[in-house]
């Protein structure tokens, strides 16, 4: 039986890896790449994996017999609500509720800018390392609406998860989320509507949108749309 996760967080990898080295593995540690900058990520994927802190205690094995320590902490979501953090100690996988250290303001910068400029993998690197510390500030918010008009699907895709991590704090992202209902992609559309249905009452304005996405040819986008529409509603008699 499959089972979907999702990470927002990297490890460091010392001495740095090559980004090819996980390309000698088997498809048993598929999902966890190298980035450019040397750490240890999760992408997204849309194969349903048996085990993924299996897999990252194979990668990490994979590593330590090239030399290499992991080490790092990450927040992981998956089905069914569950969640938690993954800590690696010198390869040594924990999985628990260890809380991560906070990001200096100046890193936060760079990554931001990262987001802009960078190539895709920089891009998902520095949101998945954003989104594990929460940050939600207005130079942050910034750059995801940069990133969900994004040429890359993994990057609108990454930037929309983000903002629905976020909730009612990425209320100024409204109108880019609403614009990305017309993505070309149905799996953005759902993550956009998704997305505008985490942030709640504040955005009613993207309600007529919404419904017209009811009409969509995607299964996905209708029924995300739904939701939104519920939680959006919802949200309104709430207040």
Partial sequence: MGYYIEVSGAFNIDPPANTSLLGQADDTTLGWQISPNGRLLYLPTDVQLPSPFTQLERVCQL????????????????????HGTITVENNIVLVGEVAPPELPDSEVIDLTGQIR?????????????????????????????????????????SAARYLCNLGEEASPAIEALIKAL?????????????ALGEIGAKAERAIPYLIG????????PRGRAKEAIDKIGSGKSDG
């Fill in 182 to 194: 017309s993505d070309e992609e149905p799996w953005m559309r759902a993550a956009a509507a998704e």
């Fill in 213 to 220: 996405l009811l009409n969509d040819s995607d299964y996905g």
């Fill in 63 to 82: 590593l330590r017999s090239n030399g290499h320590a992991v080490n790092g902490c990450a927040k992981w979501r998956g089905e069914d609500d569950a």
């Fill in 117 to 157: 400029t960078g190539d895709e993998a920089l891009k998902l690197e520095a949101m998945q390392l954003l989104d594990h510390f929460a940050i939600n500030s207005s130079l942050v918010l910034e750059a995801l609406v940069c990133a969900l008009s994004d040429e890359s699907l993994k990057v609108r895709m």
